[in-house]
């Protein structure tokens, strides 16, 4: 199976295609939580479109990879992120669904995208080339996001569960712990896959 996927995934095709899926990802991503946004003071405009800005890392290492280079803190920031806000828009939707009984295609649309980016995110680690200043950087990083959104209320808004905000919060900080565990292992750990850059053709 990986012999099969890794050839797809270094076809400078694949790349360019998910080079420009991410990039308008990222673009519409940023106009989703425009309303949010025009709320927000400006001390805090950086910590909210969380989604948007994980996507826009991983366009950076797209583009770094396009170039045949690696960008080893865009690589820890893109896998930290993609994993924790992909898998956490994919519980949220799932808890809409089971508080209200109900989930549009607005909400099967973002599980579906969010689960992709976890997923890009994990099945590019074997390239990268990130160390362990790279990862601490991206821990404070997502970590100090919960406590601008916590802490300071700057959460995604999802007002039908409103009510659970401070188990969303408890359950938001273990995602993080586990997704910088899940950087650590695929994209660090001695005994990983590891990939040159000669397969990007």
């Known amino acids: 199976m990986i012999k099969r996927i890794y050839p797809i995934l270094g076809n400078r095709s694949v790349l360019w295609l998910l080079f420009w899926v991410n990039v308008l990802g990222t673009a519409y991503g940023y106009y ?17 479109p969380d989604s948007p800005t994980a996507s826009l890392f991983f366009v950076f290492v797209l583009a770094a990879f396009l170039l045949g280079k690696n960008w080893p803190l865009m690589e820890a920031l893109a896998i930290v992120s993609l994993f924790k806000y992909g898998i956490w828009a994919v519980v949220m939707n799932l808890l809409v669904y089971f508080v209200s009984g109900h ?10 995208s969010h689960f992709a980016m976890a997923l890009e995110g994990v099945l590019y680690a074997p390239f990268y080339r990130m160390k362990g200043w790279h ?33 969303i919060g408890y359950f938001t900080f273990w995602l993080s712990i586990l997704s910088i565990g899940i ?11 590891t990939l040159t850059m000669k397969t990007f053709r």
Do not use: C
């Open 32 to 48: 989703w939580y425009r309303y949010q946004l025009a709320d927000t003071p400006p001390i805090f405009l950086l910590f909210v």
């Open 103 to 112: 989930l549009d295609l607005i909400g099967l649309m973002l599980m579906g």
């Open 135 to 167: 990862l601490a950087v991206a821990a404070i990083v997502v970590l100090h996001n919960e406590i601008i959104d916590y802490v300071f209320k700057m959460m995604p808004r999802y007002h039908t569960l409103d009510s659970y905000m401070n188990e």
């Open 183 to 193: 950087a650590y292992y695929f994209g660090m750990r001695r005994n990983r896959l």
